[in-house]
């Protein structure tokens, strides 16, 4: 599998400005926010540069507790540079566990990106993103 690196590394959080706030004092900076509607509520999103990755701050819409969603680490992604024929490549090896049929196309979201989520091994989440050139 071709992939170009890590993309990011999501964190779900109960309190974005807190959560900002707390990596900013790490030494990251908050690049860009955004938001995307999900079936249970709209999610905030922001993204922090770290200086050599970056973290993905997801406030969930649905006001459950972070802990009630599997903790606050819910998946890690990586960048890809054809996500069709990363995801065929997979698909050929056997790896049958995508959540969706096909990719999801935000075209708005972080300047447009197409991801698909597939469960690893020991039943973590891996997000495969490729953003639009």
């Known amino acids: 599998m071709k992939h170009q690196g890590l993309a990011h590394i ?25 938001s995307v509607q999900k079936p249970t509520g709209v999610n905030l999103l922001a993204m922090v540069d770290m200086g050599g990755f970056w973290l993905e701050i997801i406030q969930p819409g649905d006001g459950t507790p972070v802990a009630a969603q599997g903790g606050v680490l819910p998946h890690i992604a990586i960048e890809v540079a054809d996500l069709p ?24 979201l972080f300047g447009g990106l197409r991801n698909w989520f597939f469960t690893g091994p020991s039943g973590e989440q891996i997000e495969l993103i490729e953003h639009f050139s």
């Open 85 to 108: 024929a990363v995801a065929a490549e997979l698909k050929a090896q056997g790896i049958d566990t995508f959540r969706t049929p096909e990719p999801v196309v935000l075209p708005e």
């Open 10 to 34: 999501a964190v779900l959080t109960e309190d974005m400005e807190k959560t900002i706030a707390f990596y900013e004092l790490l030494g990251g900076t908050c690049t860009e926010r955004s």
